[in-house]
């Protein structure tokens, strides 16, 4: 079953401190490492966050793009991919809290944002 709201499942090259920051506002955000997929290639990445109905978040724009390419022209469903510039945990969490306060898990169904 799909949560209501966002589920963050966070890429291997975000800063662990993210999650915290973010459950401390009440949603739920699992790590790479909490999830024992480090080291897992970006495809096997993006799998594991659609099977459990997690919006991935990561800095690797030029290699989620063309995976988000792979998924649409296949038909392949994912839960949202968010891809963030490198800034401060603080920083990426401000910008993220502005998604997950307004935006539905299922409004994020297979969407690409920025942030």
Known sequence: MKPFFIELYLDEDVDV???ELLRARGFKV??????RQLGATDEA??????RH??????????DFEKIADVYFASGKEHAGIIIG????????A????????DTSADSMQNQLRYI
Do not use: G
């Not at 699992?30 to 999830?35: A, G, I, R």
């Not at 401000?94 to 306060?101: E, F, H, M, P």
């Open 85 to 92: 510039v490198r800034r401060s945990p603080y920083e990426i």
């Open 45 to 50: 990445q993006l799998a594991y966050a659609a």
């Open 30 to 35: 699992t790590t790479t490492q909490e999830s």
């Open 94 to 101: 401000r910008r993220l809290l502005a998604i997950l306060n």
């Open 53 to 62: 109905h997690k919006t991935f978040f990561t800095h690797n724009r030029i």
């Open 17 to 19: 401190l993210l999650a």
